[in-house]
């Protein structure tokens, strides 16, 4: 299996413009987490999806950021209007079952610069 | 909120000499994980503590989760230029499957 996938890898935008980063995970995992690196903040999860539903979206900073997972392969975290307070890395991760094994498998991970 | 940190923040050590990092948590967890991020790269999954009092060993790395269930520690014995990253604990919010990231403890080996 080619592990967590992310695209794209770097993205700069300007001030106001929408961004969408793209994920794809592990085959056959039943969770998916999107987390936000920053040196300030350290890693904060944003959202988490079970089977595709989301379950937990407290950690979504604002209105601007929304998170879909149309089907088990392909999740999507859009921000709109984008802000450069919005620049870190972000990171999606997945669980084969979030029970006795827990472990998740990080993507490379999006750098996103908002200037 | 539950809240996790790591000390120290950061450790610089000399090749071959040990290092420790300390989780702490608010809130007593049901398991603990450990990662390793290296600069540039992202979080790997080390190990996972289930048990109060349980130790668990990796070659040179040892882990321990408390008695309470609220704190960890990761020992590496003889730390190698290898080890360079940061370590991060993780535990998960009670009754649901939202993992809360320490803090982090960010290691330099000096060759």
């Known amino acids: 299996d080619a592990g967590v996938i992310q695209s794209p890898r770097h993205e700069v935008t300007e001030m106001g413009q929408e961004v969408t980063l793209r994920c794809k995970p592990i085959?056959?995992?039943?969770?998916l987490f999107w987390y936000r690196q920053t040196m300030m903040r350290g890693l904060e999860l944003l959202i988490y999806?079970?089977?595709?539903?989301?379950?937990?979206d407290s950690g979504m900073p604002e209105d601007r950021f929304s998170a879909k997972m149309p089907n088990a392969s392909f999740s999507t975290l859009k921000i709109q209007p984008s802000e450069p307070r919005d620049s870190a890395v972000y990171f999606c991760a997945s669980s084969l079952d979030v029970g006795k094994n827990t472990e998740a498998f990080f993507g490379q991970g999006t750098r996103l610069t908002v200037v | 909120g539950q809240q996790v940190m790591q000390i120290p923040q950061y450790q610089h050590v000399q090749e071959g000499e040990d290092f420790t990092t300390y989780c702490n948590s608010s809130t007593t967890l049901s398991n603990i994980q450990w990662y390793k991020q290296r600069p540039g790269g992202h979080p790997v999954f080390l190990i996972q503590l289930v048990k109060s009092g349980e130790v668990k060993k990796q070659k040179r790395l040892t882990f321990q989760f408390g008695e309470a269930k609220k704190n960890s520690s990761l020992h590496i014995t003889a730390t190698q230029t290898t080890d360079v990253g940061t370590y991060f604990c993780?535990?998960?919010?009670?009754?649901?499957?939202?993992?809360?990231f320490g803090t982090g403890t960010r290691l330099k080996v000096l060759a």
């Open positions: 085959s056959g995992h039943d969770y």
């Open positions: 993780a535990g998960p919010t009670s009754g649901t499957y939202k993992y809360i």
């Open positions: 999806f079970n089977n595709n539903v989301p379950i937990d």
